[in-house]
């Protein structure tokens, strides 16, 4: 007697797919060029000899007190323009001065991103942790240089004073929009992190198996 056809049953693949992790290494690679980059720009930048070279004032010397007003004018005139030359010197003086700080702040972010991106590439859960030690480093070196390089320029303020205020809040708006964007980026991380973790399934005699790595899930037991 011919047997009834019986289908087979579907066969459900558990192994994640490796690009769940691929692709967060990916992105980490282009995120350390661009900071690579932007480090390189920044040690380049001769603040030093910007500020020792280019001038646009001379001293005005003593207040003519017993000059006319036109002469003492002029003097004020003169007098604002030197500070405010002596002011941008010493400004650039210091963001000389802060220029190793923020290369050491990238050489740790970008061995952490490194090391995330290896771990990565070879499907390693605990890239993912290192992910995360990643973008915590990169937000706070982010907000530390907003607000650094921002109470260097403060002391400009008193030539703009029009601009303290918009500095103000320039200065928050950029803060937020890193912590935006660093939000929406660890809420990729956690996605991804979860969809590459091997899925499990309840015994069946509907399904079949197609098992991951013995490192990431134990076979179901044989018969």
């Not at 995360?132 to 303020?157: A, E, F, G, K, Q």
């Not at 992190?193 to 991951?212: D, I, M, R, T």
Request: hydrophobic share 45%; charged share 15%; aromatic share 10%.
């Amino acid at each position: 007697m011919e047997q009834p056809y019986a289908p087979s049953p579907p066969i459900i693949d558990l192994n994640p797919s490796p690009w769940w992790s691929w692709g967060v290494a990916i992105f980490l690679g282009i995120m350390v060029a661009l900071a690579a980059l932007g480090a390189l720009v920044l040690a380049l930048i001769p603040y030093d000899y910007i500020a020792t070279e280019y001038t646009w004032a001379e001293d005005p010397g003593e207040y003519p007190a017993n000059g006319s007003q036109e002469e003492q004018d002029g003097w004020n005139e003169s007098k604002e323009l030197w500070d405010l030359q002596q002011l941008t010197q010493t400004l650039l003086l210091e963001m000389e001065d802060e220029v190793p700080m923020q290369l050491t702040l990238f050489a740790g972010v970008t061995l952490v991103g490194i090391g995330a991106m290896i771990l990565l590439a070879r499907q390693n859960p605990n890239g993912f942790k290192l992910a995360y030690v990643w973008l915590l480093l990169s937000t706070s070196s982010n907000i530390y240089s907003t607000l650094r390089y921002n109470s260097l320029m403060s002391d400009l303020d008193q030539f703009f004073p029009e601009e303290a205020v918009s500095g103000t809040y320039q200065v928050a708006a950029s803060i937020g929009g890193t912590l935006a964007c660093n939000l929406v980026v660890l809420a990729v991380l956690i996605t991804c992190a979860v969809n590459s973790q091997p899925k499990h399934l309840e015994e069946s005699g509907f399904h079949l198996y197609h098992h991951p790595p013995s490192s990431h899930l134990q076979p179901p037991p044989k018969d």
